[in-house]
């Protein structure tokens, strides 16, 4: 049911993002595994279009957009209390993120104080007005996107609120047959208003409750481990992976096993992710500036040394 139910979501979300079935397989992924997206990439590839594909209808969840700009406020996002002189008594009126799926519109364009008012809502799904908390309705998932911080007027991510995404994803440029796909599918109508809802939020709980019965053994469990704990000792890398990057990194590898028809995780779970999970969380010292290399650079470098017991 769950792998009929994942086949139906990714050829629906399909229909409006063409070519990418490996991202969109991700961002379910990390649907199901109770995480937030990241989309990191340059404009115009998409990233957009991929988070509206899953917000519009196919996943049968409450939703609702925020555009951050440079005057955003942080109470666009919390909501706030408002004074009601009929009943005089303070009422709280909702912000952006009182839904099941927020999509968060080229996040670092706003100050770092609006953003900050995402991370009691990204970690914790609630959110705290004038000393009382509010819980967000269930799933709560955020998928934002972001401009690489090269383009003016952004402003970059702090790392504490970069930790509260499960994944960070490039979507890149597609190739040139599906650029023509792209470019016909568009010729006489928007493909997203064709989209159908295809799951529900009752669904994608009872997934979830499905991945804690999925099958880790401690050799896995244990390369999962190593494989962050290198991040912390690697000499080129000022912050390593944290114990919650090793949860994400976990709870990913079970849901790509359920994609994938298997009820257990094997070390290809576990690599099949890894970048995806942990680049992001990475903090480089200078050197590996100098040097021209990528968090994902050294993460396939701590890949390809730290290799899983069966293979040693």
Same mark, same amino acid.
């Given at each position: 049911?769950?792998?009929?139910? =994942?086949?139906?979501?990714?050829?629906?979300?399909?229909?409006?993002?063409?070519?990418?079935?490996?991202?969109?397989?991700?961002?379910?992924?990390?649907?199901?595994?109770?995480?937030?997206?990241?989309?990191?990439?340059?404009?115009?590839?998409?990233?957009?279009?991929?988070?509206?594909?899953?917000?519009?209808?196919?996943?049968?969840?409450?939703?609702?957009?925020?555009?951050?700009?440079?005057?955003?406020?942080?109470? +666009?996002?919390?909501?706030?209390?408002?004074?009601?002189?009929?009943?005089?008594?303070?009422?709280?009126?909702?912000?952006?993120?009182?839904?099941?799926?927020?999509?968060?519109?080229?996040?670092?364009?706003?100050?770092?104080?609006?953003?900050?008012?995402?991370?009691?809502?990204?970690?914790?799904?609630?959110?705290?007005?004038?000393?009382?908390?509010?819980?967000?309705?269930?799933?709560?998932?955020?998928?934002?996107?972001?401009?690489?911080?090269?383009?003016?007027?952004?402003?970059?991510?702090?790392? =504490?609120?970069? +930790?509260?995404?499960?994944?960070?994803?490039?979507?890149?440029?597609?190739?040139?047959?599906?650029?023509?796909?792209?470019?016909?599918?568009?010729?006489? =109508?928007?493909?997203?208003? +064709?989209?159908?809802?295809?799951?529900?939020?009752?669904?994608?709980?009872?997934?979830?409750?499905?991945?804690? =019965?999925?099958?880790?053994?401690?050799?896995?469990?244990?390369?999962?481990?190593?494989?962050?704990?290198?991040?912390?000792?690697?000499?080129?890398?000022?912050?390593?992976?944290?114990?919650?990057?090793?949860?994400?990194?976990?709870?990913?590898?079970?849901?790509?096993?359920?994609?994938?028809?298997?009820?257990?995780?094997?070390?290809?779970?576990?690599?099949?992710?890894?970048?995806?999970?942990?680049?992001?969380?990475?903090?480089?010292?200078?050197?590996?500036?100098? +040097?021209?290399?990528?968090?994902?650079?050294?993460?396939?470098?701590?890949?390809?040394?730290?290799?899983?017991?069966?293979?040693?």
């Amino acid at each position: 049911m769950i792998v009929e139910q =994942s086949r139906q979501i990714i050829a629906e979300v399909n229909k409006a993002f063409i070519g990418k079935n490996e991202i969109v397989e991700k961002v379910l992924m990390t649907i199901y595994a109770g995480g937030h997206v990241l989309l990191e990439d340059c404009p115009g590839v998409g990233k957009t279009t991929l988070a509206v594909a899953f917000c519009l209808k196919v996943l049968g969840l409450s939703h609702k957009r925020i555009q951050f700009t440079t005057d955003t406020l942080p109470s +666009d996002i919390t909501g706030f209390n408002m004074f009601n002189r009929e009943t005089n008594q303070f009422e709280y009126r909702d912000g952006a993120a009182n839904c099941q799926l927020l999509l968060a519109d080229e996040i670092n364009r706003t100050s770092p104080k609006t953003q900050s008012a995402l991370l009691e809502v990204l970690e914790e799904h609630t959110i705290s007005v004038d000393g009382v908390t509010h819980m967000l309705p269930e799933p709560f998932i955020c998928i934002a996107t972001q401009n690489p911080l090269g383009f003016a007027g952004t402003q970059p991510l702090p790392e =504490s609120q970069l +930790d509260r995404f499960m994944v960070c994803l490039s979507i890149g440029y597609p190739s040139l047959e599906n650029q023509m796909k792209i470019i016909h599918s568009q010729k006489y =109508s928007n493909p997203l208003a +064709d989209l159908r809802e295809v799951t529900t939020a009752q669904n994608i709980m009872e997934v979830r409750d499905y991945l804690s =019965s999925v099958k880790m053994t401690d050799a896995v469990l244990s390369y999962a481990i190593r494989l962050c704990e290198a991040t912390r000792n690697h000499p080129l890398i000022e912050l390593g992976i944290s114990p919650r990057g090793v949860q994400a990194l976990v709870r990913m590898a079970c849901a790509g096993a359920v994609l994938r028809e298997r009820n257990y995780v094997v070390p290809e779970d576990v690599q099949r992710i890894f970048c995806d999970v942990c680049a992001h969380r990475l903090v480089l010292r200078p050197q590996a500036q100098v +040097d021209g290399l990528t968090a994902r650079a050294l993460l396939e470098e701590i890949m390809m040394k730290v290799r899983p017991e069966a293979e040693r």
